[in-house]
């Protein structure tokens, strides 16, 4: 009997997908999540052997939880399910070391074929999400610039970030600066706009 934990904020969604997952006699939800900040302690607790985790959830995202998980709790696979094809989705799912990324709309079958097949250790990758990953290409923001965009994305001013960041308000701007060229964007709000149609932000 396989164990899973499950995230997902809709609680209609998350009652159904409890459901599907139960029709399956080797399957059996152990817990049911709306957020993703109880996901790490939920999971060391129960000690689930797979987590299937909406990419966007409150608290926590699904794609950072995933990441904790790897690093706490190695022997869990994750399988994230998402109702957006974003292009760079895909390579931050691959990069937190999740196991396996389904559509949500995918026929329901196959979400019990997906969970078994990341159990075993396999990689399973919607067909779609594989094709909009390799038509984006990579992030090609450094690490500091796309902090300083995430923290942009939040709301925050230069002066804001620069506090948050150790960094001058001019070397901020700067960033910002390189951000947009680099995006090829019209200014800020069209790079947050950029990267998160992308993936790149969550």
């Not at 049911?32 to 000690?47: F, M, P, W």
């Not at 079958?109 to 038509?135: F, K, M, T, Y």
Request: charged share 20%.
């Amino acid at each position: 009997m396989l164990r899973i934990l499950l995230a997902e904020d809709v609680a209609m969604v998350r009652g159904a997908l409890v459901a599907l997952i139960e029709l399956e006699r080797d399957l059996k939800v152990v817990a049911a999540l709306e957020n993703g900040t109880d996901i790490l302690s939920t999971a060391l607790r129960c000690r689930p052997d797979v987590a299937v985790l909406d990419v966007d959830l409150p608290g926590m995202d699904g794609l950072s939880a995933a990441a904790q998980l790897r690093a706490k709790l190695p022997c869990c696979r994750t399988l994230i399910l998402t109702s957006l094809g974003r292009s760079g989705t895909v390579s931050r799912a691959l990069a937190a070391g999740v196991s396996g990324f389904l559509l949500k709309d995918a026929p329901p079958e196959d979400l019990a074929d997906a969970i078994r097949a990341v159990a075993l250790g396999r990689r399973v990758i919607d067909p779609q999400l594989a094709l909009s990953a390799w038509d984006c290409g990579q992030n090609p923001l450094s690490t500091r610039e796309h902090e300083v965009l995430r923290l942009t994305a939040k709301g925050a001013n230069p002066t804001e970030i620069a506090s948050a960041l150790h960094l001058s308000v001019g070397t901020v701007r700067n960033y910002l600066t390189t951000v947009v060229t680099k995006l090829h964007a019209r200014n800020r709000v069209d790079a947050v706009k950029m990267a998160y149609d992308s993936g790149w932000l969550p």
